[in-house]
């Protein structure tokens, strides 16, 4: 029958593919793509 004695194996392997996962979904998503706010478009005018 199934063996439940070692759960802590399937708990790495199971945080290994979410944390892969998330490094892959953000590596899609680089930061360079992201526009960034300009002074106009906040309002902030110069004193």
Known sequence: MLNYKKPAFWVI???MIAVIG???GL???PVD???LLEAETVGLTPE
């Open 22 to 24: 998330l490094v892959v």
């Open 33 to 35: 793509s992201i526009r």
């Open 13 to 15: 392997v199971v945080s």
């Open 27 to 29: 590596m899609s998503d």
